[in-house]
């Protein structure tokens, strides 16, 4: 008979960063970048000089973090040395993960940002979880284990009560945020339709994984059972995927934003496991901008925030039938002379670009036609929804990427009282953010979505593929059928190429 032998204290196998105040110091600076670059984010005047903090701040945190080497022992001082034993891997890990990153950023066109920020995003929920899981499996290395028991077999970690809430919360989110991020980047990469999936019973569904979750994690910071811990995962990414599926594609840029806050604050929980103030620092940065973004757009779509993460609480199963293909009613059809001779003899115009413009790349040739008319005397004034795009700020990013001035930039509640006066409106792949549908349908699934009022203009001029396409929340658009509207199908790019010939 084993006699029963008292739990010994567990020596620490590290020291915390916070004993070297150069390390504090370093993640400060990087925090301070990190704010800064966020501030130079918010306006495109200022965008490039935010990125460039980024960068900087990103590299004093990685760099403090490869340098300093804490080693074993109670009592042990930190210093800064590379722990050479496992540096050759870290290093090759970072090569590759950079080939990886300069590869794909050289090679991915700017229609799919979208879906390759959905993809990122899956990826830090996919690193939070695979951290919080070899925390759990190993805590002496990480630090947070309280004593050893010593029992028959092999020795039993118990984990500090405080870093088993950090992790059973770290593994949710970041389980939330990569299967969520899978389903959008499958709904922006057209793999999945846009329309919502609406499952039977699943408010209820959604409701039972959500508290059953709280409960196992409340169980989990009092009983640190496997089982608990690996049931947390499964749930958690199955709620992720059952939150996204109801989500029409109108609201898709929301769910971007929202995912993006869910990897920071899942970046911030591992944050905490790893003893890392830069993870810490980050992950509440980008957890909370996100949040504040999302529910900045959600008011701009008149769109509960509640209901949209709750996942399309909102959405309604007639609102999701209804809309479809576009049908057979009369409509006018225009040429580029046609539209070359309106816009050349207006007082103003108002470009309306939209996710078309960025599939046909044709915003360089959209500044081209936009300064031809200025020549002319003409006011040019590009009107910009909240939403257009499939991210938030897509179509920012494509008209800075062109060079047109951030001046005759305009969003929607800036723009949209102009239309009443403006001679022309030239829409060129915007579908579902200039429906009038969502002002007067209430069965639309875009029904209470603020739109750009274009069809109030004198002359709308609609760039199109074809009569036979639908928006990307799966609506037909009445503006096609206005008597004021002249449609325009053809590849936008080639259609903006012929007015400019037209033009000149």
């Known amino acids: ?181 899978v389903i959008a980047f499958l709904k922006l990469n057209g793999n999945m339709g846009g329309k919502p999936i609406l499952l039977p019973g699943r408010h209820a569904l959604n409701l039972g994984i959500l508290g059953a979750i709280v409960i196992l994690v409340a169980m989990f910071t009092r009983d640190q059972a496997p089982w608990i811990f690996w049931t947390i995962t499964i749930l958690s990414f199955a709620i992720g995927f059952l939150l996204i599926v109801p989500i029409g594609g109108a609201d898709m840029p929301v769910v971007v934003s929202m995912l993006n806050s869910y990897s920071g604050w899942a970046a911030a929980a591992m944050g905490f496991t790893l ?16 949040a504040i973004l999302s529910y900045i757009m959600c008011r701009a779509m008149n769109r509960s925030f509640i209901s949209v993460i709750a996942g399309g609480f909102g959405a309604s199963d007639a609102g999701s039938a209804s809309g479809g293909a576009a049908v057979d009613r009369p409509w006018k059809r225009g040429s580029a002379e046609d539209a070359a001779f309106l816009m050349s003899q207006a007082e103003q115009v108002v470009i309306v670009p939209g996710y078309g413009m960025a599939v046909a790349q044709a915003q360089h040739v959209l500044r081209e036609m936009g300064d031809l008319l200025k020549k002319e005397g003409v006011r040019v004034k590009y009107a910009i929804h909240p939403v257009a795009g499939r991210m938030p700020g897509h179509m920012n990013v494509l ?39 969502a002002k007067t349908d209430k069965s639309s699934p875009i029904y209470g979505m603020p739109v750009l009022d274009v069809e109030k203009a004198k002359t709308v001029l609609f760039i199109k593929r074809s009569m036979g396409g639908v928006g990307y929340a799966g609506v037909d658009n009445e503006l096609f059928y206005r008597d004021n509207t002249m449609m325009l199908l053809a590849d936008a790019k080639k259609m903006v190429e012929e007015i400019v010939k037209a033009l000149g």
């Open 275 to 290: 003893h890392n103030g830069a993870m810490i620092i980050t992950g509440a940065l980008v957890g909370s901008s996100g």
């Open 399 to 437: 008209l800075a990427e062109a060079n047109v001035p951030y001046d005759e930039v305009f969003e929607l509640e800036d723009i949209n009282a102009e239309f009443a006066q403006t001679d022309v409106a030239f829409v060129i792949g915007a579908n579902d953010v200039t429906n009038p549908a």
């Open 1 to 181: 008979m084993i006699a029963p032998v008292a739990p010994a204290p567990l020596a620490p196998a590290v020291e915390t960063v916070a004993a070297n105040p150069w390390v504090s110091l370093a993640y400060l600076v990087a925090g301070v970048c990190f704010i800064l670059a966020l501030r130079g984010l918010s306006s495109p005047t200022t965008s490039q000089r935010g990125n460039r903090f980024g960068m900087i701040g990103m590299a004093i945190a990685v760099v403090t973090t490869l340098v300093t080497h804490l080693p074993a022992g109670e009592g042990a001082a930190p210093r800064m040395l590379p722990d050479m034993s496992t540096m050759g891997e870290i290093l090759a890990a970072i090569g590759l993960g950079a080939l990886i990153g300069i590869t794909t950023a050289r090679r991915i066109a700017m229609t799919a940002m979208p879906q390759l920020v959905a993809a990122f995003h899956s990826l830090v929920g996919l690193a939070a979880v695979a951290v919080a899981c070899a925390a759990f499996l190993n805590p002496v290395a990480f630090d947070i284990a309280d004593m050893v028991v010593p029992m028959i077999g092999q020795p039993f970690a118990s984990i500090h009560v405080v870093s088993r809430v950090e992790m059973a919360l770290g593994v949710a989110i970041g389980a939330i945020t990569f299967s969520g991020s």
